[in-house]
């Protein structure tokens, strides 16, 4: 089955940088485009980042645009997410979400938290 | 970017009965609409998608309508498991994609 299976969140200072990873199985990754998603503590969703199958398109959230590097390596079936500047706003569980349709998110990881505090 | 309301913020429900939540969008969406239901601790799982098809797995007691800017996400009778928080996110003008801000579904 899907399985999503995030990893690399923790505390981090304001300012500071962390990479997340999301590792894939159970279907074919190179096939799918794919999301990241947070959520802060106590809060909604919002959409982070996209990125198409084969990596050549990626879209950013407003909030996260010139600080957040999405990517992703379809020979390991990997995706990541660059986080730099961090502030601590940023403080969130976020998301691996696999993309379908146009787009909605029809699996989710377990989420990884990042803390930015000093 | 569109912004997605939902209503009410929270909704008690007795088990066995029927609830609706509601999901505005400030401009159309068309059908393109989608539900997730949200446990304490876990993701968002995937329930509706079109406004009105059911994702795979997902029982028949959950249904979805609705079309532009007004839908209805309606489970027909309540069980246990089904007292959670949902969320409405639209996929018609993005990006971003956006949620609404969720409705807690709790029992009465």
């Known amino acids: 089955q899907v399985q999503l299976v995030e990893s690399g969140g923790g505390l981090v200072k304001p300012g500071g940088s962390l990479r997340l990873s999301c590792a894939a199985s159970?279907?074919?990754?190179?096939?799918?485009?794919m999301s990241w998603i947070r959520q802060a503590p106590g809060k909604g969703l919002e959409w982070v980042s996209y990125i198409s199958s084969s990596g050549s398109t990626i879209y950013y959230a407003d909030s996260v645009k010139g600080r957040f590097t999405i990517s992703r390596d379809n020979a390991k079936n990997s995706l990541y997410l660059q986080m730099n500047s961090l502030r601590a706003e940023d403080t969130a569980v976020y998301y691996c979400?696999?993309?379908?349709?146009?787009?909605?998110?029809?699996?989710w990881g377990q989420g990884t938290l990042v803390t930015v505090s000093s | 970017e569109i912004v997605m309301t939902q209503s009410p913020a929270t909704l008690s429900v007795s088990p066995g009965e029927r609830a609706t939540l509601s999901c505005r969008a400030s401009q159309s969406v068309s059908s393109s609409l989608a539900w997730y239901q949200q446990k304490p601790g876990q993701a968002p799982r995937l329930l509706i998608h079109?406004?009105?098809t059911r994702a795979t797995g997902i029982p028949a007691r959950f249904s979805g309508s609705g079309s532009g800017t007004e839908f209805t996400l309606t489970i027909s009778s309540l069980q246990s498991e089904d007292f959670a928080v949902y969320y409405c996110?639209?996929?018609?003008?993005?990006?971003?994609?956006?949620f609404g801000q969720g409705t807690k579904l709790e029992i009465k």
């Open positions: 996110q639209q996929y018609n003008n993005w990006p971003p994609c956006t």
């Open positions: 979400s696999r993309g379908s349709g146009w787009i909605y998110f029809d699996s």
């Open positions: 079109g406004a009105s």
């Open positions: 159970g279907f074919t990754f190179s096939d799918y485009y």
